[in-house]
């Protein structure tokens, strides 16, 4: 008779196994203990948290209260705006594109203030400083402009393109300087145009760390602010029909179309006449009065 041997089950194999084999064994992986509990609305952590939340959202938006307020009264900021709408709407009109470059979380920002001025049919593209000079210079036609994002306005890198940079093209700045003499940028250059975009405080006395903050959000909202009113200068009326035109995807894409009636692109002219009935159909007789 043939007797089968099957393997020893875990607790037969712990009888059998010496002492000096069952602690060389891995051991059973424990159920990690909860260090932290979670955190409750009452609790004080819970609280500090959310007054440094709201405390943050507080300062950014007092910064973007302050930059209206300067747009509407400070002289350089308003000629500023006025002359950097002007000079992006010849250059459109000529055929040109605004050619925005920045590095870092201002690179970011331009790489935004981008796409906006795409969805709204304004000629646009992002130049990265470091490429630039490996070849991206080409990017700039005569009919171009260029617009440094830059909170310091002595970024080396930006400041690396300028002698490679035709002074005829016109070369604008998002920064946070209040006169162009002050902007190693701008100064001393000429057809140049500021943006001031400055903080009411520093990131690091409000924040306890200069991580770019503040500064980018006010950077992002000057950009918003030229991209909307570049759009109403040069399409009018026009700029919600260009933006639903260059945006069909996506949620906004899907709420704007049921708002559009397509409309035929057949001229009368161009109408076609529906072909007459063959031979062997039998034609359709108006009635008598009809034929009167």
């Known amino acids: 008779m043939t007797v089968l041997a099957f393997p020893p089950s875990p607790e037969q194999d712990d009888q059998v196994l010496p002492a000096a084999q069952k602690a060389s064994r891995p051991s059973k992986r424990k159920r990690p203990t909860l260090l932290t509990p979670p955190i409750s609305v009452d609790d004080p952590e819970t609280t500090q948290i959310l007054d440094k939340a709201t405390y943050i959202l507080s300062t950014e938006a007092t910064a973007l209260s302050q930059v209206s307020r300067l747009y509407q009264t400070d002289p350089v900021a308003r000629a500023g705006i006025l002359q950097a709408v002007d000079c992006i709407t010849r250059v459109s009109a000529a055929g040109g594109k605004l050619i925005i470059c920045g590095v870092g979380k201002s690179g970011l920002v331009g790489m935004k203030t981008?796409?906006?001025?795409?969805?709204?049919?304004?000629?646009?593209?992002?130049?990265?400083?470091?490429?630039?000079?490996?070849?991206?210079?080409?990017?700039?036609?005569?009919?171009?402009?260029?617009?440094?994002?830059?909170?310091?306005?002595?970024?080396?890198?930006?400041?690396?393109?300028?002698?490679?940079?035709?002074?005829?093209?016109?070369?604008?700045?998002?920064?946070?300087?209040?006169?162009?003499?002050?902007?190693?940028?701008?100064?001393?250059?000429?057809?140049?145009?500021?943006?001031?975009?400055?903080?009411?405080?520093?990131?690091?006395?409000?924040?306890?760390?200069?991580?770019?903050?503040?500064?980018?959000?006010?950077?992002?909202?000057?950009?918003?602010?030229?991209?909307?009113?570049?759009?109403?200068?040069?399409?009018?009326?026009r700029t919600s029909k260009v933006f639903k035109k260059n945006h069909p995807g996506g949620a906004i894409g899907e709420r704007t179309a049921t708002a559009i009636t397509p409309v035929s692109n057949a001229s009368p002219a161009m109408s076609v006449t529906p072909p007459p009935p063959a031979p062997d159909s039998p034609v359709e007789l108006p009635p008598p009065a009809a034929a009167l």
Do not use: Y
Request: hydrophobic fraction near 40%; proline fraction near 6%; include cysteine.
């Open 114 to 237: 981008v796409a906006t001025m795409k969805s709204l049919g304004i000629g646009c593209c992002f130049m990265h400083a470091t490429e630039a000079v490996h070849g991206d210079l080409g990017d700039i036609k005569p009919n171009d402009a260029v617009l440094f994002i830059t909170f310091s306005g002595r970024t080396s890198e930006l400041l690396n393109l300028l002698p490679h940079i035709s002074e005829e093209t016109p070369i604008l700045a998002i920064t946070s300087h209040m006169q162009a003499g002050t902007c190693p940028l701008l100064a001393g250059r000429r057809n140049t145009i500021l943006l001031p975009a400055p903080v009411h405080e520093t990131e690091e006395s409000t924040f306890g760390v200069c991580a770019p903050t503040t500064s980018t959000t006010v950077a992002i909202a000057i950009g918003d602010m030229l991209a909307l009113t570049v759009a109403d200068r040069v399409h009018g009326s």
